[in-house]
């Protein structure tokens, strides 16, 4: 079973014009195997305003499920900013999605020990690792990183510049400009906004310079509306069309409609009712999609809103929880938030404390689908050591077995790439689980 992608309301940072983005939280590439490539390309989940231009990667949880290779990877970014424990939910509740969706004979162990990956940049290690990329790439990557860290230093002599760009033209490549905008972005999301302002100048002074190949489907910044109507006539399928619409959004703005209909009139005048006729099929879909569009967020927004007046109105609200699990989602958390921030902004804090508290609730009910194993590792991760850890392995002995050791010391070693703090942490954990293993065989 494919999960469809979640239309999610946005208001772009820089204009404030609001526009519908498809969001995936969910990527597996047994059932979409297309969605790896958006996601490692940076395609996926990225937001671009259709009034100004101005985009980027959304933060969303997101797992990543490959069942050919066994590999089952959580992902939280740090600048969403949630506690640790509505982490454990929203994650647990998208891997449960996962594992419903598999066959009986499907469920296997590795449901049990997903992998967590702390940052995007890790989980396209983790991803690219089980691809089995080869030294020659990961050679090739570290070599843009280097002529990253060159350009940057020849920034301030411009002579210098254009003479390093000469001599290194053949590998300012589309890869190479890829690797500006996942940092670009990375800095963004974590904050580093001078970082990524740095790294932006650069790409600009690269682009007065140097004019890459851009992927087919999608559009540079600076196409002309004849460009993209070339492009979206070149669409070999409706699947294919469909994806190029989603893809230049931020071109399909009025000016494009206007100049789009001036094309098929001026066809028309000429007497070719074949091309006038294919244009007008074009508009009529590129409409068509971004109604579709629309209405889909609309209605998922609505439905949201709906449940949650529900819910305020419920005498049970855990009873209505669990009644209509399959309502809290993504759209459910963001029009919450957005009622909590409403009501807070009137000074209603009692309305904005029982919103918190349903919400609360609903992530409470989807940690109750999480297995026990990952439960616990959660538990101890966020558990201080040595009192609270302990008492967390006392309560939990049972599920101290090969297979949660397996799943802690595969976690443990993602973790030790990102984080040395955590990682000591677990490093002390573990000798308090060999000790009770031990006492237990005893």
Known sequence: ?????????????????????????????????????????????????????????????????????????????????????????????????????????????????????????????????????????????????????ALFDAMEDETSFDSMIEEKRGELDYDFFMLLSALIDSDRERGLDEEATLVEGLRD???????????????????????????????????????????????????????????????????????????????????????RYNNMAREAEDNATMFLMDLLSSEDVDAALHEHIGQIDQTFVVVASRYIAAAEKQGNEARAKRIRGIMDSALGVLEENLPPEIRLLNRLMRSEYPDGTNKVLEESRGLLSDDFMAMFDHNLEAIRADDDELADHLDNVRKQIEAKRMIQRL
């Open 1 to 149: 079973m494919a999960f469809p992608a979640m239309p999610t309301p946005v208001s772009c940072p820089q204009c404030n014009h609001q526009f519908v983005v498809n969001l995936h939280t969910i990527v597996d590439v047994g059932q979409e195997p297309e969605l790896k490539e958006q996601l490692l390309t940076g395609e996926l989940n990225r937001a671009v305003c259709p009034n100004c231009g101005a985009g980027g990667l959304l933060s969303t949880p997101l797992v990543y499920h490959d069942p050919a290779k066994e590999l089952l990877i959580t992902y939280v970014p740090a600048e969403m900013g949630i506690s640790v424990d509505q982490q454990e939910q929203l994650v647990g509740g998208l891997v449960n999605a996962v594992m419903n969706s598999m066959p009986p004979e499907g469920r296997k162990g590795y449901f049990f020990r997903p992998t967590s990956a702390l940052t995007l940049r890790s989980l396209f290690d983790i991803i690219l690792e089980a691809d089995g990329v080869s030294r020659e790439m990961i050679e090739a990557q570290q070599k843009r990183i280097e002529l990253l860290n």
């Open 205 to 291: 002074m690269l682009l007065e310079r140097v004019q890459p190949a851009m992927p087919a489907s999608a559009a540079p910044e600076d196409a002309s509306y004849a460009d993209v109507i070339e492009l979206l006539m070149g669409a070999e399928s409706d699947e294919r069309l469909i994806q190029s619409i989603g893809l230049n959004l931020s071109h399909l703005d009025y000016g494009f409609f206007q100049y789009l209909t001036a094309q098929i009139e001026s066809l028309e005048v000429k007497g070719d009712e074949t091309g006038a006729a294919e244009l007008t099929e074009l508009r009529t879909r590129i409409l068509e999609e971004i109604d």
